[in-house]
Nanobody, 123 residues
Framework: QVQLEESGGGSVQAGGSLRLSCVAS????????MNWYRQVPGKQRELVAK???????NYADSVKGRFTISRDNAKLSVHLRMNRLKPEDTAVYYC?????????????????WGQGTQVTVSS
């Protein structure tokens, strides 16, 4: 199996910080773009940040200057450092990645999604 697992969510007060982590596992041979999304019940899922295989990053306007995405290719992981958190950052955060994996016979390209981790910011 190939999968992504998020961790690091929790409850913090406004102005606090959290570091989310996402680790890929399975017979993955290559990870391309890695993304962090977030979703609030009843609202559309939104892209928060992404990092390309070359290290280029992009952020949603609402988190620029506060969030930092990074990747560790050796550990097949991606992280999201969130500083100066605001109540409006409250959501379930998901990581997603474009990967190439091997099933023993063939190579496949697929989009993987984690199960999500809850972030709650109180005022």
């Amino acid at each position: 199996q190939v999968q992504l697992e998020e961790s690091g969510g929790g409850s913090v007060q406004a102005g606090g910080s959290l570091r989310l982590s996402c680790v890929a596992s399975g017979s993955i041979v290559e990870i391309n773009t890695m993304n962090w999304y977030r979703q609030v019940p009843g609202k559309q899922r939104e892209l928060v940040a992404k990092v390309t295989s070359g290290g280029g990053t992009n952020y949603a306007d609402s988190v620029k200057g506060r969030f930092t995405i990074s990747r560790d290719n050796a550990k097949l992981s991606v992280h999201l450092r969130m500083n100066r958190l605001k109540p409006e950052d409250t959501a379930v955060y998901y990581c997603a990645a474009d990967v190439v994996y091997y099933n023993g016979s063939f190579y496949y390209t697929a989009d993987l999604w984690g199960q999500g981790t809850q972030v709650t910011v109180s005022s």
